[in-house]
T-cell receptor
């Protein structure tokens, strides 16, 4: 079946603009994660959604970052007033419920803030 | 907190050479350990995992053994191929938390 998809694949924006990144998880996966992959920082956890539970937002770096998941499926990560340090590849992953199940990753969105 | 340290890359090897990528960790609680691989232009994929001490994860000729006494999970392969060229990430998760803590990644380049 279809894997995790993300859009856009690339986004170039100017400093101060808002951006929205989209993630379509694998159908039936109740858990959805956002990670950020940047030079020198590796892969960092941002936020985690599980079903109807309150999301784990502990990895969001500032209040400029927010995410929502509508209808338990598609998720949007929003970055307001982008800064150059926000430039990174933003990865989305989804999984079935359970602590040891595999997380399936999307191809990522490469964000460049000029 | 949790953290993962893996060897700096890039690692450049000739085809059929032996590969070791070191990974050590610190964790609160009893972690499960993972290796993920990112091939050029593709998303992260789970390569192998181990959930308790002395477990050996294996896949595609790669192996890693969960060593609790040395808090390590080194990735090995006896004979690498050009197609193994990728970035390899060591990761862990603890308890009921589902988020993964990753190392910074090690780029492997295999040449003919």
């Amino acid at each position: 079946g279809a894997g995790v998809s993300q859009s856009p694949s690339n986004k170039v924006t100017e400093k101060g603009k808002d951006v929205e990144l989209r993630c379509d998880p694998i159908s039936g996966h109740t858990a959805l994660y956002w990670y950020r992959q940047s030079l020198g920082q590796g892969l960092e956890f941002l936020i985690y959604f599980q079903g109807n539970s309150a999301p784990d937002k502990s990895g969001l770096p500032s209040d400029r970052f927010s995410a929502e998941r509508t209808g338990g499926s598609v998720s949007t990560l929003t970055i307001q007033r982008t800064q150059q340090e926000d430039s990174a590849v933003y990865l989305c992953a989804s999984s079935a419920p359970g602590p040891l199940v595999e997380q399936f990753f999307g191809p990522g969105t490469r964000l460049t803030v000029l | 907190g949790n953290s993962v340290t893996q060897m700096e890359g890039p690692v450049t090897l000739s085809e059929e050479a032996f590969l070791t990528i070191n990974c050590t960790y610190t964790a609160t609680g009893y972690p499960s350990l993972f290796w993920y691989v990112q091939y050029p232009g593709e998303g992260l994929q789970l390569l192998l995992k181990a959930t308790k001490a002395d477990d050996k994860g294996s896949n595609k000729g790669f192996e890693a053994t969960y060593r609790k006494e040395t808090t390590s999970f080194h990735l090995e392969k006896g004979s690498v191929q050009v197609s193994d060229s990728a970035v390899y990430f060591c990761a862990l998760k603890t308890g009921t938390a589902s988020k993964l803590t990753f190392g910074t990644g090690t780029r492997l380049q295999v040449t003919l």
